[in-house]
């Protein structure tokens, strides 16, 4: 398993109007679990993504370092594909999780075995920094300049959203649009109800990475259904519950092969396992487990 990728981007990072969609990360790394164990956990989940986005993303486009802002500006298709991208780099390929049906009559639980790959978009050949739709309703039209949601904008509703998910939805999207004409040519300061109602399928539309929808069929009852496929959550109660072991993992290297505790923190994960692996063959081999 590699420790670092270059990748594409679905939607790109623009910088002065031009698109960049490369991109260059690296895996965790102790310091990175350190976060995760002890400041992560009172982040908000948007918050969180930033910040490890920010420590892992080592190259946007030109842009090298990457800052919070940095990672804040991108959009949330293009965050959701890096954390999937970090998730391969981390554990490897396949997913796997336990998913309830929402039929009130079976709830019967169903094991989903997931790939990276198979929930990644190609890069979008649509892509656009702003984009403007014409919205219709009985005969009035409105047209609309949006920007995609970004990792910014999804910080500033969750707070919000743990109360009052739909306020929530509803400031990110007053967030997003920049302005609303109507068919006479004025510009209109609040969005009108047919606006808010129509817009949101219109952004998933140009932003299709970051709304991963699982169509899945109970094999009990032959319910069909969809369910949200939420890479951030999964990712970090993955991180978190390895990084509970971090602490013991450094303590046995420090022990047995005498590194300080700077040197086993600058490793990644993968590599702290090799070597705990190899010490727990010797030690076996002695006897001495």
Known sequence: MESTAII???????????????????????????????????????????????????????????????????????????????RRLILGERLQSVLGCPNPDCGEKMDLDLRVGDLLLPPYSHAQERYETTITENGSNYSVRFRPPTGAHQEEVAGLARS???????????????????????????????????????????????????????????????????????LFQELQSRARHLYGEVHLLAFYYHWSEAEIMDMTARKRHLYLDLLTEALTEEGRL
């Open 8 to 86: 594409r981007l679905p939607g790109g990072f623009w910088l002065d109007g031009t698109r960049h969609q490369e991109a260059s990360l690296r895996s965790l790394k102790g310091d990175d679990e350190v976060f995760l164990l002890e400041t992560g956990e009172s982040l908000l989940p948007a918050q969180r993504t930033t910040a490890l986005l920010a420590r892992c993303v080592t190259r946007l486009g030109p842009l090298s370092p990457v800052t919070t802002q940095t990672a804040a500006s991108l959009t949330a298709g293009d965050r959701e594909a890096l954390l999937l991208h970090l």
């Open 164 to 234: 009052d998910p739909q306020a929530a939805a509803d400031l990110l999207l007053r967030r997003c649009v920049e302005r609303v004409v109507t068919g006479d040519g004025q510009p209109i300061e609040n969005p009108p109800s047919v606006v808010i109602e129509q817009l949101p399928t219109i952004m998933v539309e140009s932003d299709p990475q970051a709304e991963l929808m699982l169509n899945l069929t109970c094999p009990i009852c032959d319910h069909d259904f969809s369910a949200l496929f939420d890479t951030a959550t999964y």
